[in-house]
């Protein structure tokens, strides 16, 4: 079985420019979940997809990230304009229902200098 | 609010020892779930063990263990016969209930393990 597939693995941008992170979660999966992990810490949940629709989204900083997941399979978060501090490894996970482990991604680095 | 909190941030065992990695964690929910990851350097996490709030027994899975104590609120993971391949970061993580039945998890800042030969 195909994990989840996260694209691309490493970016450096300058700030203020414009960044996108690709998820395709485990065939299946209903629930997907995008992470944000800083260096030294846990991941924090940014926002999480039940199907095509968001079921939590409290965490996410609206005023330079968006999120999407058309058609209920594959999602793209996208950061505009970027800061310093959204240097992180974003991670995506995904789940087959409503409990149970997540099955995360091997995580998208972001550099912004 | 939903807490998690590690309070080791990094550990060192000798290959072979057994090693305790703490969590207490903070929740009014009655039903809940606790898990334990692995982030080796690679970065991918790696699911190792789960215990449900009303399970009576500790979880027990090869050599990872859960000694969980309800009434203090702890789930500390127990590695047994520790291997030079343990040694990653570890993440405790709850899982809390949000509106509409959904189920999120929240991670504690991790403990970096270390084993030595």
């Known amino acids: 079985e195909a994990g989840v597939a996260q694209s691309p693995r490493y970016k450096i941008i300058e700030k203020r420019q414009s960044v996108a992170f690709w998820c395709n979660p485990i065939s299946g999966h209903a629930t997907l979940y995008w992470y944000q992990q800083i260096l030294g810490q846990g991941p924090k949940l940014l926002i999480q997809?039940?199907?095509?629709?968001?079921?939590?989204d409290s965490q996410l900083p609206k005023d330079r990230f968006s999120a999407e997941r058309l058609k209920g399979v594959d999602s793209t978060l996208k950061i505009q304009p970027a800061k310093l501090e959204d240097s992180a490894v974003y991670l995506c996970?995904?789940?087959?229902?409503?409990?149970?482990?997540?099955?995360f991604g091997e995580g998208s680095r972001l550099t912004v200098l | 609010a939903q807490k998690i909190t590690q309070t080791q941030p990094g550990m060192f065992v000798q290959e072979k020892e057994a090693v305790t990695l703490d969590c207490t964690y903070d929740t009014s929910d009655q039903s809940y779930g606790l898990f334990w990851y692995k982030q080796p350097s690679s970065g991918e996490m790696i699911f190792l063990i789960y215990q449900g709030s009303y399970d009576e027994q500790n979880a027990t899975e090869g050599r990872y263990s859960l000694n969980f104590q309800k009434a203090r609120k702890s789930a500390n993971l127990v590695i047994s016969a520790s291997q030079l391949g343990d040694s990653a970061m570890y993440f405790c993580a709850m899982r809390g209930l949000l509106s509409g039945g959904y189920n999120k998890l929240i991670f504690g800042a991790g403990t970096r393990l270390a084993v030595h030969p």
């Open positions: 996970a995904s789940r087959p229902g409503r409990t149970g482990e997540l099955f």
């Open positions: 997809f039940q199907n095509n629709g968001v079921v939590d």
